[in-house]
């Protein structure tokens, strides 16, 4: 059977088409704004390409995040934890929690033993801790997230912003700037500020993550939030090299049932 | 479409309410050609006198945001362009905005007040109700007081409490009886108290009747009849007799397993007042078949307060309640009686923030609450800073949580409308439910 799983997110849209269990090809773009249906267009063409087939050949489509309704052709939509949970199972059959950190929200899942959900932990509204912060702050501190993710644990030096609000974390960093702060010190504690923020989450659970925590979406691709995250909450998770197409897997996965 | 589980009707009462309350905003109207206006809480003595009307900031400001966002932002921009906080509570922003704007949405007058009497609250700003009115003028102010326990009984304490409580309303209507040169129907009073405690006995029985699987009413439906007790003070009798029939439905419904949402398989819960301009999310979730069977805010105030007893077993609250026949020959008789049953409130949204979450607990257990959906609110009623410890202590005892984010009951500005219906999918899918619609 071939399904396929569409995320369209905030910042990025993610394709993954799933052959018999196994991944057949995939696809990521930017979101497009407004015109974020022609973009699912575009990546939809991209993704069956290197699978090899024709939409023909894809028996379901279902969608999640943020703009899954612009998902004109999907058969289902289905939230974004149902997704990251299955995605979750897919990695590490024995996962007992995963972790989304996205561009627009976070999600801690918390899974039984047979995979149902047990509880969900949402982020609140502010963007605090949220990838959007980081891009923002990238750009303002003139850095390429790849740069910031190339960051060393110890990066910040000893200097701190505002975690709970990214305006303040904004007016911190232009104040750490004009005190002589290095821009890679400011990123630094820029990083440490999100892996509060997630951990934070994390901690809004009854039950405690482990180190069989799968953590998936975007932010898991900055490996200097991720250390400072690890080094936080004293988890060693399991992120997968496509950690950014979680969703969309786990949406391929339950596409067809 | 899934099979419907259980049968269900529209209220046969809806027709009766409707009247009620065109009679009841008839009568406002016509009260309104008369002199002196109030601003008070528990005003059920202000029926008694003959020229006074009470005007309630949360009612009113709760419709002026729903009415237009409009006017409540400029109103609020009214308050804040004189340095109150954000944080002040929604409805008091909407109401002493347009007394400072000097109008109402429709252009009318603001209706000045002639006196205030706050009580203190929880959210610490019904403390500063009178004050704004006062800034404007210099009129009379009497302090409500509301002090209450919890716990065991304790009928030493009790007993203080309710001298003071007594003291403080007989105060004040003596007062207002020589300001005002009103004469107080003492008479009338102490027919009301009779017939109030009359309807609060239906109504409890409406409330614990929820406790039915399928809730033969929902909180939505409920929210409805919820005013009707402001009857009271303009025809008691008859609000007693509507509360009656209601009554007599809502049991027959329960008796036949008639459903209010005929979909019903999961229960869920609140704890606060909920965003009032937008209630459609009520319905929203009945498209998952999850019916909201209130919060101790709905139920306490209808008197179907529960509680644990020391054998394990869950029964009504006890409180203090004296027989029927209990004289009322003066007017301590008559507030005593209005008075004392409050006294031990451990129910009530006023309560201690310490132990809100058991009775959060116990609610959730009587009415066999699958989920609880607690606000986050950034002030006014609701703004809790416990409210984390709320959903621990619920998640605890297996009740499912998911909050909302929003400024406040009364005011639009911070509820994300189309996020909050995403939570409540993230929600319902978590609870392994799809939408049946």
Redesign the interface.
């Known amino acids: 059977m071939i399904t396929a799983g569409i995320d369209v997110g905030l910042e990025a849209i993610k394709i993954v088409i799933v052959k018999d269990g196994e991944v057949a090809g995939k696809a990521q773009g930017l979101s497009g704004g407004a015109g974020r249906e022609q973009a699912v267009g575009r990546l939809w063409d991209e993704a069956l390409k290197e699978a090899g087939i024709g939409a023909s050949d894809v028996q379901k489509v279902a969608a999640t995040g943020?703009g899954k309704y612009d998902v004109a052709f999907a058969d289902k939509t289905?939230?974004?934890?149902?997704a990251g949970a299955r995605a979750a199972r897919y990695y590490l059959p024995g996962a007992t929690s995963v972790v989304d950190a996205g561009a627009s929200q976070t999600?801690v899942?918390t899974l039984r033993e047979g995979g149902?959900?047990e509880?969900?932990a949402?982020n609140?509204?502010c963007g605090a801790g949220l990838g959007s912060q980081l891009r923002y702050l990238a750009r303002r501190l003139e850095m390429t997230l790849d740069e910031i993710s190339a960051l060393p644990p110890d990066a910040a030096a000893g200097f701190t912003v505002n975690d709970g609000c990214v305006v303040f974390i904004e007016l911190d960093s232009l104040e750490l700037l004009n005190e002589g702060a290095a821009p890679t010190q400011v990123a630094g504690a820029v990083n440490d500020a999100i892996a509060v923020r997630l951990n934070m989450i994390l901690n809004?659970?009854?039950t405690p993550a482990k180190d069989t925590t799968v953590l998936i979406g975007g932010v898991a691709k900055n490996a200097a939030v991720v250390n400072a995250l690890k080094a936080r909450s004293g988890i060693g998770f399991v992120i997968p090299a496509d950690a950014e197409y979680g969703c969309a897997l786990g949406c391929a996965l339950l596409a067809g049932s | 479409m899934t099979k419907q589980l259980w049968e269900t009707r529209p209220l046969e009462i809806w027709q009766r309410a409707k009247e009620l309350r065109a009679q009841w905003e008839h009568s406002i109207e016509e009260k309104d050609k008369l002199v002196g206006q109030g601003q008070t809480y528990a005003g059920d003595w202000s029926a008694c006198f003959p020229a006074i009307r009470v005007i309630e900031d949360n009612p009113v400001g709760a419709k002026m945001a729903s009415d237009s966002d409009e006017f409540s932002r400029i109103c609020r921009l009214a308050m804040e362009s004189r340095g109150w906080g954000r944080e002040i509570c929604g409805y008091h922003l909407n109401c002493w905005g347009a007394q400072f704007l000097g109008h109402q949405r429709d252009g009318s007058g603001f209706p000045y007040r002639d006196f205030v009497v706050p009580f203190p609250d929880v959210c610490d700003q019904h403390a500063k109700r009178g004050q704004q009115p006062m800034d404007l003028s210099p009129i009379p102010r009497w302090q409500g007081d509301y002090p209450m326990y919890i716990g065991p009984r304790d009928a030493a304490r009790e007993e203080a409490l309710v001298d003071h409580r007594v003291y403080c309303l007989q105060k004040e209507l003596n007062d207002i009886e020589r300001v005002f040169d009103q004469k107080f129907d003492d008479g009338r009073y102490a027919r009301l108290i009779r017939e109030r405690s009359i309807q609060h006995g239906y109504m409890s029985e409406v409330l614990f009747l929820m406790a039915n699987v399928p809730t033969p009413i929902s909180v939505k439906d409920l929210y409805s009849f919820y005013t009707m007790g402001g009857l009271t003070k303009l025809a008691p009798e008859v609000v007693t007799d509507f509360f009656r029939a209601l009554r007599d439905e809502i049991k027959w419904r329960a008796d036949n397993q008639i459903a209010a949402v005929g979909n019903e398989r999961y229960r869920w819960m609140e704890v606060h007042p909920p965003a009032w301009h937008y209630l459609r999310y009520y319905r929203y979730m009945e498209q998952y078949g999850a019916v909201c069977i209130g919060s101790p805010y709905t139920h306490a105030g209808g008197g179907a307060q529960v509680e644990q007893k020391p054998d394990g077993t869950w029964g009504s609250r006890e409180t203090v309640e004296y027989p029927e026949d209990t004289p009322m020959l003066t007017r301590e008789d008559v507030t005593r009686i209005a008075l004392t049953p409050d006294a031990r409130a451990p129910y009530h949204f006023k309560i201690d923030e310490y132990l809100r979450p058991q009775s959060l607990i116990e609610f959730a257990r009587f009415y066999k609450c699958d989920g609880a959906l607690l606000p986050i609110w950034r002030g006014g009623v609701g703004c809790d800073m416990w409210r984390k410890e709320q959903a621990r202590r619920l998640k605890e005892a297996g009740v499912s949580v998911m909050h909302y984010e929003g400024s406040q009951p009364g005011d639009r500005t911070d509820l994300d409308e189309h996020g909050f219906l995403d939570r409540l999918d993230i929600w319902m899918e978590s609870q392994g439910l799809e939408k049946l619609v």
């Open positions: 943020a289905v939230t974004e934890p149902i999600r899942v149902e959900i509880e969900v949402l609140q509204k809004d659970k009854i």
